[in-house]
T-cell receptor
Framework: GEDVEQSLFLSVREGDSSVINCTYT??????LYWYKQEPGAGLQLLTYIFSNMDMKQDQRLTVLLNKKDKHLSLRIADTQTGDSAIYFC??????????FGAGTRLAVHP | SAVISQKPSRDICQRGTSLTIQCQVDSQVTMMFWYRQQPGQSLTLIAT?????????ESGFVIDKFPISRPNLTFSTLTVSNMSPEDSSIYLCSVGVGPGEQFFGPGTRLTVL
């Protein structure tokens, strides 16, 4: 069945780049997403990538998609303390319903 | 994008009771969804709320436990029935507004004692 996997924790120093990785199994996924969840808050759509794209850049965020390996990554440049949150990778499982990974907790330290 | 509100934002309920959660969107949308996020866990889709017809439930979720209404294109409700402590979760509604664009409400944090 459909499955999305992420590493659970990442710690980076303020100012460094963060790279959060995700693998998925459904090769028919049309869109792949990155959401951010801060403590006690809902989900914020950060960015998404269409499956026929390899890369998408939006300010400090860069998404890379390797469709052959079913691997998705999110790079955050110049990571700040405000970037500390849980980042969820998700794939569209058809009819717009989303399959989520377990989330990667990003901790940014001085 | 879409502005989504949910009521209540949080509640503490006794076991055996029911709670109805409301989701309101600031524009008409075709696709509305209800998700559950159990403590420390990821999100799981409960059902797709269809306007004018019954909701479509995912495996493991049934209408008797989670009845859903979708009276129009901007509003939906999810009821958590006959609650037990295992139902303590954050319940989130989401809407699809276009290809690749799915937005979430702020969530309803439910604690069942």
């Amino acid at each position: 069945g459909e499955d999305v996997e992420q590493s659970l924790f990442l710690s980076v120093r303020e100012g460094d780049s963060s790279v959060i990785n995700c693998t998925y199994t459904d090769s028919s996924s049309t869109y792949l997403y990155w959401y951010k969840q801060e403590p006690g808050a809902g989900l914020q759509l950060l960015t998404y990538i269409f499956s026929n794209m390899d890369m998408k850049q939006d300010q400090r965020l860069t998404v890379l998609l390797n469709k052959k390996d079913k691997h998705l990554s999110l790079r955050i440049a110049d990571t700040q303390t405000g970037d500390s949150a849980i980042y969820f990778c998700a794939e569209s499982g058809g009819y717009n319903k989303l399959i989520f990974g377990a989330g990667t907790r990003l901790a940014v330290h001085p | 994008s879409a502005v989504i509100s949910q009521k209540p934002s949080r509640d503490i309920c006794q076991r055996g009771t029911s709670l109805t959660i409301q989701c309101q969107v600031d524009s008409q949308v075709t696709m509305m969804f209800w998700y559950r996020q159990q403590p420390g866990q990821s999100l799981t889709l409960i059902a797709t709320a269809n306007q004018g017809s019954e909701a479509t439930y995912e495996s493991g979720f049934v209408i008797d436990k989670f009845p859903i209404s979708r009276p129009n294109l901007t509003f939906s409700t999810l009821t958590v029935s006959n609650m037990s402590p295992e139902d303590s979760s954050i319940y989130l509604c989401s809407v699809g507004v276009g290809p690749g664009e799915q937005f979430f409400g702020p969530g309803t944090r439910l604690t069942v004692l």
